[in-house]
């Protein structure tokens, strides 16, 4: 019989401590508990590359932003690859996290950086941000929240994008006739509608691309740039 250790399924264990919150009706609180379950070498953030997320890469490869005098907000800052791809480009950069430790964990990979990291609520930020940025960055955040707080956290998102700035929103993706009932999250996948519902009547969807995944090809992934007036 083989006395070899088992190592947990990220996906399994990110689950089961976000289903923990919601059954303690606090929806947001397991992202601390798996960033500080990680931190102490006993869980693994299943979305934390090591690296900035491969289809911000791109876009920013054939879009070529310039960032010199402009300013980026990174939603959900994770461990803070993307938010120092962005401040590469020349963009003053705030990333932001409602984890602490992910937050401390992004301060620690990168010494040097010239992010700057926050500790905050996407359903509730600072007043200040409030179409306060030429970029804005969501990647796997909103679709990391129940599918009930989803219409809340994209109204949010959006509302952080200036005049005449860009949103790149990157997701995992779902038909629109897979039923909410039929998705165990996290994470919960977005339909088309739910990337539709980025726009408002001055920031405009101008680009949309849906693409499997390089690791299961049954897997589809959004990425969709948005411009405001």
């Known amino acids: 019989m083989s006395s070899e250790s088992v190592e947990p399924d990220p996906e ?13 009706d606090d929806p947001t609180g397991w992202f601390e508990r798996l960033y500080s379950a990680a931190s102490d070498g006993a869980a693994v953030v299943p979305w934390d ?12 490869e054939s879009a070529a932003p310039a960032g010199e005098g402009r300013r980026a907000l990174v939603v959900g ?43 905050a609520d996407l359903l509730n930020p600072p007043a200040d941000w409030q ?9 796997y955040t909103v679709q990391a ?23 790149v929103v990157i997701a995992a993706a779902r038909d629109d006739n897979t039923p909410d009932n039929a998705i165990e999250g996290p994470p919960w996948p977005l339909t088309r509608a739910a990337i539709e519902a980025f726009t408002t009547p001055d920031l405009h969807l101008i ?9 299961d090809p049954t897997l589809y992934r959004w990425r969709a740039e948005y411009l405001r007036d």
């Open 207 to 215: 680009d949309l691309d849906r693409s499997p995944s390089p690791n």
């Open 131 to 139: 179409r306060a940025f030429d970029l804005v960055v969501e990647i």
């Open 77 to 119: 800052a994770g461990t803070g690859w993307d938010a120092e791809l962005v401040a590469d480009q020349g963009f003053s950069t705030t990333a932001f996290d409602i984890s602490p430790t992910a937050i401390e964990t992004a301060r620690h990979n990168h010494p040097d950086s010239k992010v700057e990291y926050e500790v």
């Open 49 to 60: 590359r090591g690296a900035a997320h491969p289809l911000l890469t791109s876009w920013i």
């Open 12 to 24: 399994v264990e990110t689950r089961r401590l976000a289903n923990e919150s919601l059954r303690q």
């Open 145 to 167: 929240l129940p599918i009930a707080l989803q219409p809340e956290a994209t109204k949010r998102v959006s509302e952080f994008v200036a005049a005449g700035g860009t949103l």
